[in-house]
Structures are given as structure tokens and as C-alpha cells.
């Protein structure tokens, strides 16, 4: 089953964080992205730029309403995903465990809806 693994920290503290704490963390998401795809997991992931590049679009009474930025204010911000072939939701959690962006943020586990062709 495909699951996304959505990443949320907080932009303001990976903004404060030293040179030397995001090079590590780099290091860890790549070993991460290298052990998800050499063990056939990994469909595909990404990461995002900040919030501060977002647009949020709606359509309202047929008017097309665009503003800057995501849609609600949260302390976490979406700031990548992957997506993963998984056996069932407990080999999803696993992964998620893994991703180094849950030792200080957390990690939505969503399935993916498969519609019949």
C-alpha cells in the first residue's frame, strides 16, 4: 500500500539552526533517502521551500481568490514528504520513525486512496 509521509517542523527554528546542524542533517536525510530506495520503499519524496513561497488558492462564487503564504497559521509547517510502498501502516510508522525530521518535528502518515481503473 503507498503511504505519504508528510514532514512538519518549524521554519523558525530550522532558520536559527548552525551551519554545521543543517549539514548534519542533510548527511542524515540522504543515508535515510539511500536506505528507503536501496530497500525498494521509496516511490519518491521532496522537499519544500518555505511557507513564504507558498500561495494559497480558492475559488469562491467563481472568483479565483489567490493570497501569500499556506492556508492557516500552524507552529509546524510542511517542509517535504516521501512517498512510500509499504506492507500495512505499521511499516509506514516504522519509516516515519526513521525520517531524522521527527526527532524535532513530526511526521503525518497518510494512506494513499487507490481508485479502481
Not at 25 to 41: H, I, L, P, S
Request: charged share 25%; with cysteine; aromatic share 8%.
Amino acid at each position: 500500500m503507498r503511504y505519504m509521509l508528510l514532514i512538519y517542523t518549524s521554519e523558525a527554528a530550522d532558520g536559527n539552526a548552525t551551519q554545521a546542524d543543517r549539514d548534519a542533517m542533510m548527511r542524515d536525510y540522504n543515508a535515510f533517502t539511500e536506505d528507503a530506495q536501496k530497500k525498494g520503499v521509496m516511490i519518491g519524496g521532496e522537499a519544500l521551500h518555505p511557507t513564504s513561497a507558498a500561495t494559497t488558492v480558492k475559488l469562491r462564487d467563481g472568483k479565483k481568490l489567490t493570497t501569500d503564504g499556506p492556508f492557516a497559521e500552524t507552529k509546524e509547517q510542511l517542509g517535504g514528504y516521501y512517498l512510500m510502498n509499504c506492507k500495512d501502516l505499521n511499516e509506514a510508522i516504522e519509516w516515519g520513525a526513521k525520517i531524522p525530521g521527527a526527532r524535532y518535528g513530526s511526521i503525518e502518515i497518510r494512506p494513499i486512496m487507490e481508485f479502481g481503473a
